[in-house]
């Protein structure tokens, strides 16, 4: 997520998120919530809990390997803080623990969102929906997988922005040559960018890359060039066709 007050993170001191865009992706999330009347929800990478703390679930479930607030203050029935890696998160789940709504937005890098969201799905069920953050850089910069990196050469080049989404567009790839059994869109034109994913057995296409190994080698621009492997669209209608696909009109 993108921001400007500075806070202090895995990485050192960085801006922090505008809060306008957790707002956008609370509201964004209790849309989903409230529509599929969820009852669980899973946040991978939760930071100061803004977001997690605003979205509506009788069960909800935070994994961070270092949470930026006081989890002691925020416990409570159904709430369950776990502070730890992702993968590590997965490794002790039970095979059968399910969420309807699961928001990915740990670490920024293809790697670890490709195998969140994969390990996410065997914890999700027909009508569960995932949403993941950080899918469309917002310049070449913020496509840098090391956030130094794309905060130094920005300012370098006299830019003046502090998103840093990572590379993890690629995932949105990695699904659409890979998971032909997820259909998803990209939300753009409302703010801070995201895609949308649930099952689905009705996609066909064909793969635009040959291999994870290019997709995994993509560059910013090669990503303009294929953005039409985004699906973007509006925010209404990217909800509408998913709601309509699962079976919730
Ligand atoms: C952009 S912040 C999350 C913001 C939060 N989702 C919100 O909307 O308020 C990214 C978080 O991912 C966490 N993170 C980094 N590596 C992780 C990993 N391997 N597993 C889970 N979370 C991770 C970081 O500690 C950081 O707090």
Known sequence: MTSQHEVQSQHGTRPGAWPEQYELTSARLNRLAGALNAASYLEIGVHTGVTFQNVRAARKTAV?????????????????????????????????????????????????????????????????????????????????????????????????????????????????????????????????????????????GRPVLGSLEEISRMTYFDMVNLAHVLRECDEERAITECLTAIGEP
């Open 64 to 204: 961070d390997p270092a949470f930026m607030f006081d989890v002691a203050q925020h416990t409570g029935d159904g709430v369950t803080f776990a502070e730890m890696t992702s993968d590590d998160f997965f490794a002790g789940l039970a095979p059968a623990e399910c969420y309807d709504v699961i928001y990915i937005d740990g670490l920024h890098t293809f790697e670890q969102t490709y195998r969140d969201l994969c390990i996410a799905i065997l914890h999700s069920h027909a009508r569960s929906v995932l949403l993941l953050d950080d899918t469309l850089p917002s310049d070449v910069y913020s496509s840098l997988r090391d956030p130094e990196e794309c905060w130094g050469f920005r300012a370098a080049a006299g830019v003046d922005s502090s998103a840093w989404h990572g590379d993890v567009f690629k995932v949105v790839f990695a699904v659409h040559d890979f998971h032909l059994g997820l259909d998803y869109r990209t939300i753009v034109g409302s703010g801070n960018p995201q895609t949308l994913v649930w099952r689905s057995s009705a996609r066909r």
